[in-house]
């Protein structure tokens, strides 16, 4: 078989049916179009939404946006949980010591040395940190996020337009 010898299956393609080409034939005069009405003309862009502002006028340019279901982390260090002097740190203690705000998602991060047995309770580890508290012989335990699936929806209708 030659490239010249290649044809479509058996009524896989079918010619466009030629519209507005006369009276003799279907297709002639309105051409599928009806009568009269806006869709019936020419001069109307495939894009016009009958005077609303167009989606690609609505759409922010170029200017990326703003994740409303954004989870923002209060990040702690290895080695300000070591200087704090605690044992058993959880957000509570942490709050409590100064070292996070009221109601914050704690992330602790992986820098300095760990030089003491830890337990840590977080909503968030990195990878480095995990290893760390768990090679000195701590122990790491993740908190449950205070929301399901996402968090709730912040700033407004209008952030991201």
Known sequence: MKVHDL???EGSTKRRKRVGRGIG???G???GRGTKGQKARSKIPVSFEGGQLPLSM???KLRGFNNPFRVEYQAINLDTLVESGLDDISPETLLANGLVSKGA???VLGRGDMTKKLTVKAH???KSAEAAIVAQGGTVEVLPKPFGVRPAFHGSAHTNR
């Open 29 to 31: 005069k309105t051409a």
């Open 7 to 9: 044809k479509p299956a």
């Open 124 to 126: 968030a580890f990195s």
């Open 105 to 107: 998602l704690v992330k």
């Open 58 to 60: 609505r759409v922010p």
């Open 25 to 27: 034939g279907k297709g």
